[in-house]
């Protein structure tokens, strides 16, 4: 069973497109995070939500909306794709905050 | 502001040699320290955890870390390595109530055969 799983793993769509990644994991955590890991495998928090509240948004164009239906689901929209969102994206969940953060799989999304 | 700096962005280890990975973290009252793996073209893996307690910290495949307050460091060791440890490893860190995890640049660890 994927503790932290999400989908689609592999994403190549054009510019100007829009797109969802979707995220759920079934341990029981309150908080779900969204990282993204870019060409240079640099990875930095991109939102966290904590029971289905926004508590952290680093600096993300708008053109980024994550959407928390439930504390077990944390899906990540994204609007009008540049070539600069081509990445590695990868949710996250914690029991509470502060303790051991366990990551999907990732999602690699191309913009062409 | 917290920061987390691995001083080695490459390190080439004959099999079965002994290996150490460098980790260094900007100190903090209550400071949590992780280590992850990152397989080629997989997810992150968490291989082992400092929350409090013992400084030594053994975690998955072999793994261990030293907690040093004095130094603020966090290095990773493995005795003997294998071709299947290679991968990228990525130290972070967090602290109590803060819901942000910092990574570093991460590691790219090759075994030689």
């Known amino acids: 069973d994927t503790a932290v799983s999400q989908t689609p793993k592999y994403l190549v769509t054009q510019m100007g497109n829009d797109k969802s990644i979707k995220c759920e994991q079934n341990l029981g955590h309150d908080t779900m995070y969204w990282y993204k890991q870019d060409s240079k495998k640099f990875l930095k928090i991109m939102f966290s939500y904590n029971n289905k509240e926004l508590i952290i948004n680093e600096t993300v164009p708008n053109r980024f909306s994550p959407k928390s239906p439930d504390k077990a689901h944390l899906n990540l929209h994204i609007n009008s794709l540049e070539l600069g969102d081509s990445a590695v994206y990868f949710c996250?969940?914690?029991?509470?905050?502060?303790?051991?953060?366990?990551f999907g799989e990732g999602s690699w999304l191309t913009v062409v | 502001a917290q920061s987390v700096t691995q001083l080695d962005s490459q390190v080439p280890v004959f099999e079965e040699a002994p290996v150490e990975l460098r980790c260094n973290y900007s100190s903090s009252v209550s400071v949590y320290l992780f280590w992850y793996v990152q397989y080629p073209n997989q997810g992150l893996q968490l291989l082992l955890k400092y929350l409090s307690g013992s400084t030594l910290v053994k975690g998955i495949n072999g793994f261990e870390a030293e907690f040093n307050k004095s130094q603020t460091s966090f290095h990773l060791r493995k005795p003997s390595v294998h071709i299947s440890d290679t991968a990228e490893y990525f130290c972070a860190r967090s602290t109590f109530g803060n819901e942000k995890l910092t990574f570093g640049t991460g590691t790219r660890l090759t075994i030689i055969p």
């Open positions: 996250a969940s914690s029991q509470y905050t502060g303790n051991t953060i366990y």
